[in-house]
């Protein structure tokens, strides 16, 4: 909420697209008696990040939202 909706959008697909095979990288060490925790914790994480993350960010609107004005700021109206 603090950056432009540019820059979070480029920063939300960078460090997704370098998070994705550092966890890779982290299943290939485990051992074979982790192998289906890791593996089944490591493959909900990559799919929340590619299908989740970088969907969001790569589909987010690329105009800026309109500024609510006085006739919508106050619904009592």
């Given at each position: 909420?603090?950056?432009?909706?540019?820059?979070?959008?480029?920063?939300?697909?960078?460090?997704?697209?370098?998070?994705?095979?550092?966890?890779?990288?982290?299943?290939?060490?485990?051992?074979?008696?982790?192998?289906?925790?890791?593996?089944?914790s490591i493959g909900v994480e990559v799919l929340l990040l590619a299908f989740f993350i970088l969907r969001s960010a790569w589909t987010w609107p690329r105009t800026p939202a309109v500024p609510a004005g006085p006739a919508t700021t106050d619904l009592r109206q």
């Open positions: 909420m603090t950056l432009p909706a540019r820059v979070n959008r480029a920063t939300n697909l960078v460090v997704a697209l370098l998070y994705i095979p550092y966890s890779m990288f982290n299943a290939a060490g485990a051992s074979w008696d982790w192998a289906f925790f890791y593996g089944l």
